[in-house]
């Protein structure tokens, strides 16, 4: 499995940004579609948005449609989540995960069960 690392979390004003960034292990990061997902305290881990392989193709939460951007350097093997407008609601440990099998469908790739490799996640706390 690649191993992911995220990094770029921390404590930022409700209206702030913040940049997440996911490095990965493999140069084959460059043929997975990636996400992100976030996970606040005493709920279930929800999907954030993802990307595909060349970074043509991107899919978003509602929740964060129009305040969040999704992109990726696969000469970098780095998948980015640019962060505006937070919200005290964006406060969550965030994670990055890689669809490593290639085999999963669209919808599979909105949910967790689209990804087979994940990162340990990084916190990201917004204060009203």
């Known amino acids: 499995q690649v191993q992911l690392v995220e990094s770029g979390g921390g404590l930022v004003q409700a209206g702030g940004s913040l940049r997440l960034s996911c490095a990965a292990s493999?140069?084959?990061?460059?043929?997975?579609?990636m996400g992100w997902f976030r996970q606040a305290p005493g709920k279930e881990r929800e999907f954030v948005a993802h990307?595909?392989?060349?970074?043509?193709?991107?899919y978003y939460a509602d929740s964060v449609k129009g305040r969040f951007t999704i992109s990726r350097d696969n000469a970098k093997n780095t998948v980015y989540l640019q962060m505006n407008s937070l919200k005290p609601e964006d406060t969550a440990v965030y994670y990055c995960?890689?669809?490593?099998?290639?085999?999963?469908?669209?919808?599979?790739?909105?949910?967790?069960?689209?990804?087979?490799?994940w990162g340990q996640g990084t916190q990201v706390t917004v204060s009203s």
């Open positions: 995960a890689a669809d490593t099998s290639r085999r999963h469908t669209t919808l599979e790739l909105r949910t967790s069960r689209g990804y087979d490799s």
């Open positions: 493999e140069r084959t990061f460059s043929s997975y579609t």
């Open positions: 990307i595909n392989w060349s970074g043509g193709y991107t």
